[in-house]
Structures are given as structure tokens and as C-alpha cells.
């Protein structure tokens, strides 16, 4: 509608011209619809930045947002009354098309021992690099205020001293970096004789897969590093 009459949709209506199309069917409409908001959202931020170009207050023209990739995959999310606990596995219901399809009107995952399901308020499935991760949504408590106190650390970060640390009351450690950095130069070195002789935007599962263990190294790497920090 934008590109033929210069129009934004709102939810209602891109809601009403979506929902005979067989991929929303294919859905929970409450998953759907929630796919279909965050297309309005982004065409919002759009719209709301394109006023402040053209009044001046912008540098840089925004871009209308892109058409996903051929093959590429959203974020799908599940508000939380839609989930059934069932022996300890999270029901996760499936649209009537998907069970004319495929047969199976839902799927199951194990529950996190370390999340209380009743304060879950929402579930979604995130693809990265030829995986998906399940991420929870819930309110966590407040955390309580840190009492103030004099004692300062300072950090020098860097390479194969990874976090050089000195305190004010005399304590001092270096965090070792060159399992870091050990775990990156071969992992660019495994990229480089992949995509040797390939085109520079060049990508396969192959290397989905090893861009995925080397970002799972790296977050663990830093949160093992914060952790002993702290």
C-alpha cells in the first residue's frame, strides 16, 4: 500500500488482508499477528524518521525496510497463554494448516528448572545461524541497590592480558587472553580456506555453523570473565 498509494497499514487492516493467506493460517493467529505487528512497528519507526529528514533533523535518509532474503527466518513469538506446561514439557499448539500438512498439531521442549513457568509472559523462537534458540520473557525482581563504598578497580583491557586489573586496597590479577584469541585466529583462519576463491558475501551452513560455536565461545568466554570480575 505504501509503494502504490502512499499508505501505512495499521494492525487492523494488515490483520484483515492477511488472514486467508495460507502461510498466516499455517500459524496460532496470535503468532501471526504478532509477526504482522512487528512489520507495522518497523514501517512506524520508518515513517516517524522520514518526517524528521524531511523537516531537517536528520543527516542520513532512512531506508524503507527490506524484504527478508529468499530462505531467510523470523523471530516467531508465543504469548504465554497460549503454552500449556504438560509433565514437566511446554506445549507449544500449531495452526490447523500446519496438522493438514504434516499431521501434528503440536511439539514439545523441556522446561527450565531455573524459571518459575508463572511468571513467563512470553516464548519466542529465535533462528541464528542454522539454529534456534528459545528465549524467555519474564519479569525479574528488582534488584537491590548496591550499598556505596570507596573501593575502586580500574581495567586495562588488551590482548593476551585480557582484562588487567589493579584495585585501590592493593589486590591486583590479569585475566589471560590468548584462549580468546586462540579460539578467534582459528576461527578466521577456518573462514579464510572456506571462502577462498568465493565471492566475498559467500555463505553456507558450514559456515553458519562455525560462526555459531565461535559467538557461543566468545559469550561464554565474557561471562565466565564478568563473573570472576565481579
Known sequence: MLFKVG?????AELDKIMKTNVHFRALRSACAQQTLHGVIESFKSYKAL???YDKGQLTDKPRVPKYRKKGGLSV???PARWVKLVKGQLKFTLGKQVK???GIDHFLLPMPSNID???IKEYRFVPRNGCFYLEFVYERPKPKPVTPTENVLGIDPGLNNWLTCVSNIGKSFIVDGRKVKSQNQW???RVSAIKKGKQCDYWDEQLASLTERRNC?????VNKAAKFVV
Open 100 to 102: 493438514a500438512w504434516f
Open 217 to 221: 565461545q566468545m559469550r561464554d568466554n
Open 187 to 189: 576461527y578466521n583462519k
Open 50 to 52: 522520514k518526517k524528521k
Open 7 to 11: 499508505k501505512y497499514l495499521n494492525n
Open 76 to 78: 516467531v513469538s508465543y
Open 117 to 119: 513457568f508463572k511468571s
